[in-house]
């Protein structure tokens, strides 16, 4: 299995520019999450999603952020317009997320944003 | 809400035992896992306690106790490779999962 996909792997955009994000899960796969990090906040929990329905994104910071996943093998994260502070690395996992496991989640190698 | 707190750096010899504490606050909660992430690179699984005790898997072991909300990763026989962040996290209700601020290990010669 190629694990989870991400892409692109870096972004530089200029402030007020949309930026999407995307994301590939591991197939088979029912949990999807996006993370953000950053040194000053560390990793956040931005929006999660379970067999392809959003469960909870009230990690998402503002309106200028939103993420759909219109089936299983793929998501994506948009932010729209985007500001310096965005500036982080952008983590999507998938989960098997069956209930009485482990709940081990499997991330991608990021996507680095810097908002200029 | 949910939160959990561990330590921001431990430092640790090579060879040597570390342990590395968590203490939570989650709703409805299923168990704690630990992750490691190394500079540039992306979390990875290491473990993971639903039920009280410990959970040993090579050289790292994880300990949970519900009842004081709290658990710990143990690493032995430390190498400079364990050089990492290490990251506790509490699943919950609908499987949400929330990390904890990380523990910045180094490991010394």
């Known amino acids: 299995d190629a694990g989870v996909i991400q892409s692109p792997r870096h972004e530089v955009t200029e402030m007020g520019q949309e930026v999407t994000l995307r994301c590939k899960p591991i197939s088979g796969h029912n949990s999807l999450f996006w993370y953000r990090q950053t040194m000053m906040r560390g990793l956040e929990l931005l929006i999660y999603?379970?067999?392809?329905?959003?469960?909870?994104d009230s990690g998402m910071p503002e309106d200028r952020f939103s993420a759909k996943m219109p089936n299983a093998s793929f998501s994506t994260l948009k932010i729209q317009p985007s500001e310096p502070r965005d500036s982080a690395v952008y983590f999507c996992?998938?989960?098997?997320?069956?209930?009485?496991?482990?709940?081990?989640?499997?991330f991608g190698p990021g996507t680095r944003l810097t908002v200029t | 809400g949910q939160s959990l707190e561990q330590p921001s750096e431990v430092t640790a010899v090579e060879g040597a035992i570390v342990q590395i504490n968590c203490t939570y606050q989650t709703s409805g909660f299923y168990g704690l896992s630990w992750y490691q992430q190394h500079d540039g690179g992306a979390p990875t699984f290491l473990s993971y306690n639903a039920l009280d005790g410990l959970e040993e898997t090579g050289r790292f072991s994880s300990f949970l106790s519900r009842s004081d909300s709290y658990g710990y990763l143990l690493l032995q026989e430390l190498q400079m490779k364990d050089s990492a962040s290490y990251f506790c996290?509490?699943?919950?209700?609908?499987?949400?999962?929330?990390f904890g601020a990380g523990t910045r290990l180094f490991v010394k010669a």
């Open positions: 996992a998938s989960s098997p997320s069956r209930t009485g496991g482990s709940y081990e989640q499997y």
């Open positions: 999603f379970n067999n392809n329905v959003p469960i909870d």
């Open positions: 996290a509490g699943t919950g209700g609908g499987f949400k999962t929330i």
